[in-house]
């Protein structure tokens, strides 16, 4: 309806985790009901649950000491680390089931990978590796608990009470199922097989609503591309952009498009992902960027534009270089492609996370013009890329 070009979806197969019945009950010290949510990829528990006793560790030094001493074997292991200042250090805990499988443990309860709690445990995908230490391992079930609840079991343990909780997951592997990519574009009218790339994943776990990750991502795509053409900007480049389908459980959407594309003659200039919250800054509007990977030449262009075209605006925004740009546009970096992420580096390390795999990912996540001021910065950048006499990275 909105006029654009070669709108249609490419199918893609995505492992199809069913979450099922979730249950965690602390049985001792007292009875008490936890909130969980099982994380992407578990095994289930036998069909009536375990009851085990639990051990609390912070770290993965506190399970290998625990484990050598024979303390780890037959428990449910609970993950209580702290957040360790960024994602990417603290998720590694998301991972740790293995390592507690290693010692023998029967299931693993994590601490919510968030900066912040109001008692909402946090999905994420969690797979299994085969071995650990060289060692075959089994796969044993994993959840997250909320921070509020790995906080008191720590405290009921280092009381010295002894803990022992009843789990039961009804988790399964139901195969694949297809599911599709959106793509939809504005052929250029100078340079049609350049093209500025930009995407977000449509997707979401299955709580929540997705509207923070990754509904933003796709909506300031979506809306560059409107509100350009609503300004009657006819760009000399192809600007596309796709909405990717199966991100959560493992970038399965990309995966298959960049299989299927990688050999094509298009010439991909700029490849954009969203997908750390399309948020506005909240104070003075200078801790947003872009984390790009791109030669020096790229580079200097998009600090330019930031600092002649944004900065002229009252918007204060620069560019930090990154070895990944985003799971979803990485591929085309080994292309040569610049590739590129919006970032708010306050409310990722915040904000984000308190929502992000939760059922509180919904509309109200995103305030008034978070959208519109995201937009105004990626439709600068698309409207300059697509237009510019040469292409970004060419001297
Ligand atoms: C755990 O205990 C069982 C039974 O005592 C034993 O067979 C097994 O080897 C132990 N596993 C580990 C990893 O210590
Ligand atoms: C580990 O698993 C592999 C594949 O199932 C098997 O070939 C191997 O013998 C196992 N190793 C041990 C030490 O059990
Ligand atoms: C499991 O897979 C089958 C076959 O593809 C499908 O019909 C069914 O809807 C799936 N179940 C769920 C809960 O998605
Ligand atoms: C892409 O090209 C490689 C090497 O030329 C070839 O092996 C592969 O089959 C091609 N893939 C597709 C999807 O055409
Ligand atoms: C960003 O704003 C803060 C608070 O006003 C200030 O302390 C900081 O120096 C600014 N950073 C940059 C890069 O301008
Ligand atoms: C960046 O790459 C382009 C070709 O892709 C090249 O023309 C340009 O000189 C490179 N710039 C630098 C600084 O290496
Ligand atoms: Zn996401």
Not at 239 to 262: L, P, T
Request: charge should be negative.
């Amino acid at each position: 309806a909105q006029g654009f070009n070669n709108v249609h979806t490419e199918e893609a197969q995505i492992e199809n985790w069913i979450r099922g019945e979730e249950v965690a009950t602390l049985k001792a010290p007292r009875e008490y009901p936890m909130a969980i949510l099982g994380l992407g990829a578990s095994v289930p528990t036998p069909p009536g649950g375990i009851t085990a006793p639990a051990f609390v560790v912070d770290t993965f030094d506190d399970l290998d000491q625990a484990g050598k001493a024979g303390k780890i074997n037959g428990t449910i292991v609970v993950y209580n680390e702290p957040w360790l200042g960024s994602y990417g250090q603290t998720v590694a805990y998301r991972s740790g089931a293995d390592h507690a499988s290693y010692y023998g443990a029967v299931a693993v309860l994590i601490r919510s990978v968030t900066t912040f709690s109001i008692y909402t445990p946090h999905t994420g995908v969690a797979n299994y590796a085969p071995t650990f230490n060289n060692v075959n391992v089994s796969r044993i079930p994993q959840a997250s608990i909320t921070v509020e609840d790995s906080m008191m079991l720590r405290r009921m343990q280092d009381r010295g009470q002894s803990l022992q909780i009843y789990l039961k997951m009804t988790s399964y592997e139901n195969g694949t199922t297809p599911g599709s990519n959106i793509i939809f574009e504005w052929t250029g009218s100078v340079f049609p097989n350049e093209y500025v790339v930009l995407t977000g994943h449509f997707d979401s776990w299955d709580v929540g609503q997705g509207a923070m990750d990754d509904g933003g991502g796709c909506a300031i795509a979506w809306n560059t591309l409107t509100a350009l053409k609503k300004l009657g900007f006819q760009p000399k480049r192809t600007i596309r952009a796709i909405f990717w389908v199966g991100e959560e459980m493992g970038d399965y959407g990309a995966d298959s498009y960049w299989s299927n594309h990688k050999n094509s003659t298009e010439n991909w200039i700029f490849a954009f992902e969203s997908d750390q919250g399309a948020f506005m800054p909240s104070g003075p509007a200078n801790n947003t960027y872009f984390a790009v990977k791109g030669n020096a030449t790229a580079m200097q262009r998009l600090e330019d534009i930031a600092a002649s075209v944004l900065a002229a605006n009252g918007i204060l925004f620069s560019i930090q270089p990154a070895d990944n740009a985003g799971g979803e546009v990485n591929n085309w970096a080994d292309l040569g492609t610049v590739t590129a992420n919006y970032v708010n580096d306050e409310k990722f390390h915040g904000y984000y996370f308190f929502f992000h795999h939760t059922n509180a990912d919904t509309m109200t996540v995103l305030k008034e013009e978070d959208l519109d001021y995201v937009t105004a910065v990626l439709a600068t950048y698309t409207h300059i890329i697509a237009n510019m006499d040469k292409r970004l990275s060419v001297a």
